[in-house]
């Protein structure tokens, strides 16, 4: 077996760690201070920062999505034990990201925006949160797979 495919495989679970520590900040810090807000600053909080995070999380999801791919790709063109593992770990990953533009995209528009009503928007963050949520067990999920293949890759490597 090739080092490079448990280097790979590696960081792509350090790389789904570190994305699964932005979602629980967002989850954990963002979120409730956004819902502590009243909707006209919280549409003007928004609004000054949307670009800063679409940039940051917008690159954390890229960089790990590319990796997952790479691993899941390597793994399975190698036959490594645990591929089957990381191929579920990028099909996973890859529904989380799909849920951007499914469910965030346009709820984040409208709150860069500000074209959703005040009266509104609390209704609309608790959706939010709540798909964030399930969002957030996904990657964890993605993450626990990615682990267990590189664990199997690493003990198969030992033997």
Do not use: K
């Not at 909707?39 to 909080?45: G, K, N, T």
């Not at 793994?75 to 990028?90: D, Q, S, Y």
């Amino acid at each position: 077996m090739n080092e490079g495919t448990g280097l790979v495989v590696v960081l792509a679970v350090v790389a789904l760690g570190a994305y699964l520590g932005c979602m629980l900040t967002e989850g954990i810090v963002l979120v409730p201070y956004w819902r502590s807000l009243a909707p006209r600053e919280f549409l003007a909080w928004y609004a000054a920062n949307d670009r800063r995070l679409f940039r940051f999380f917008g690159a954390v999801t890229v960089v790990t999505l590319a990796l997952v791919l790479v691993a899941a790709a390597v793994a399975r063109w190698n036959h490594v034990p645990g591929c089957r593992l990381m191929l579920g770990a990028a099909v996973v990953f890859v529904a989380v990201v799909a849920m951007f533009p499914l469910v965030f995209a346009q709820a984040n528009a409208s709150f860069a925006a500000g074209t959703i009503a005040p009266d509104a928007v609390q209704a609309a963050l608790a959706r939010w949160a709540w798909w964030h949520g399930v969002r957030t067990a996904l990657a964890a999920v993605a993450l626990a797979m990615a682990a267990v293949a590189a664990w199997r890759l690493a003990v198969a490597g030992a033997g």
